[in-house]
């Protein structure tokens, strides 16, 4: 079991910036992939970007390729992700998750309880 605890949402007006962090516990994360995902009203939950845990490679999703960057600190077992030039469209629930494998679009396993992150105009 993997037991995912996300932090760093709010409100911040566009352009701005935000750092999301996930702080994983539970067993190792070796041989996971960490992700994170969004779901805004009356959308379809979405992968924002994710990692694989042991050597670091990263997936991004269109919609925010060159402003968000996902990272991980090995030693607090947090990913983190760090959202810049924010827009409305941005504004979600933003949930971590984690999977094994190296897969990074197949089903996730395990779930944070999201933070809620809001971008005004």
């Known amino acids: 079991q993997v037991q995912l605890v996300e932090s760093g949402g709010g409100l911040v007006q566009a352009g701005g910036s935000l750092r999301l962090s996930c702080a994983a516990s539970?067993?190792?994360?070796?041989?996971?992939?960490m992700g994170w995902f969004r779901q805004a009203p009356g959308k379809a939950r979405e992968i924002v970007a994710a990692?694989?845990?042991?050597?670091?490679?990263?997936y991004y999703g269109d919609s925010v390729k060159g402003r968000f960057t996902i990272s991980r600190a090995n030693a607090k077992s947090t990913v983190y992700l760090e959202m810049n030039s924010l827009k409305p469209e941005d504004t979600a629930i933003y949930y971590c998750?984690?999977?094994?494998?190296?897969?990074?679009?197949?089903?996730?396993?395990?779930w944070g309880q999201g933070t809620q992150v809001t971008v005004s105009s």
């Open positions: 990692i694989t845990w042991s050597s670091g490679n990263t």
């Open positions: 539970g067993r190792t994360l070796s041989g996971h992939i």
């Open positions: 998750a984690a999977r094994r494998g190296v897969q990074f679009l197949l089903n996730y396993d395990y």
